[in-house]
């Protein structure tokens, strides 16, 4: 039987906000249009007194549609944002659109959407263009490198370093992880420590290796493509051109071989 690889076979993209990314061609075929997508992409005209681009925060803000404000002016209630436990009151009223971006976060550019009941922590650091989803943390001293596409509920992590990289809704790359020209599926949770390598020792185009042979993807950096509901263990690795199936579990201290992993595989 041959191997598919489409979306379809390792995503569920039904109530996908950016699905229009994934509509058509091989599953990697979405990081070749990424770039083309963000900079289209529709973003706020970031406004406020106290906004400064590529330069650490020096208070806390509240940001709005766009409009960034003191903090200093609300009541802030911290909690897990994708467990509703985070919210945001001026003047006593709800203010169920606000984002906290916290003092020391770096902005570093024009190019940013953040959804409602985003946290930004202190030492985060975002270039352009990223777009941040509902309900989303981005965690202290986390390194977002430009054209990462976080969708609802999703978390990048303490130290966690993001190039190139689409997180699809309920995405969790918590702790210390690499996630360079990769995507994940809802539900995916990496283990402290994962790294996607997306470059060969050699250079030249990232083969897709199958059981119906090699499939060339056009890529010069292409890390990993993991199913919904994938899980890494805590300092695992996937080598460049790593697509793992739906349900599948990388055990922690393993280097995933490249190349395709069926649904369901565990992979030691």
Known sequence: MSIVLNSDSFFNLEGLEHRQLFESGYVWEALKRLKEYMNDYDYPSLKGDSLVFNAPLPAAMV???????????????????????????KDNQLLPEAALIMAGVVIGGPKIALGSGVILESGAMLKE????????????????????????????????????????????????????DSILGSRVNLGAG???????????????????????????????????????????????????????????????????????????
């Open 194 to 268: 994962t790294k996607m390598a997306n470059l060969r020792f050699t250079g030249g185009e990232v083969p897709i290796r199958t059981p119906d042979g090699i499939v060339s993807s056009g890529l010069r950096k292409l890390g990993a493509v993991l199913g919904d509901n994938v899980q890494t263990g805590c300092n695992s690795v996937t080598n460049p051109g790593t697509l793992i199936g739906r349900g599948s579990m990388l055990l922690p201290n393993t280097t995933s071989p490249s190349g395709y992993h069926p649904p369901n595989s565990l992979i030691r």
């Open 63 to 89: 940001y709005i549609r766009g409009e960034i404000f003191p903090a200093s002016a609300c009541k802030i209630k911290l909690g897990d944002p994708a467990k509703g436990q985070f919210a945001v009151y």
């Open 129 to 180: 263009p990223s777009v941040i989803g509902d309900c989303s943390e981005v965690r202290q001293g986390a390194y977002i490198r430009g054209y990462c596409l976080a969708g609802r509920r999703t978390v990048i992590g303490h130290t966690t370093e993001v190039k190139h990289t689409i997180l699809m809704d309920d995405a969790k790359a918590g702790h210390f992880a690499y996630l360079g």
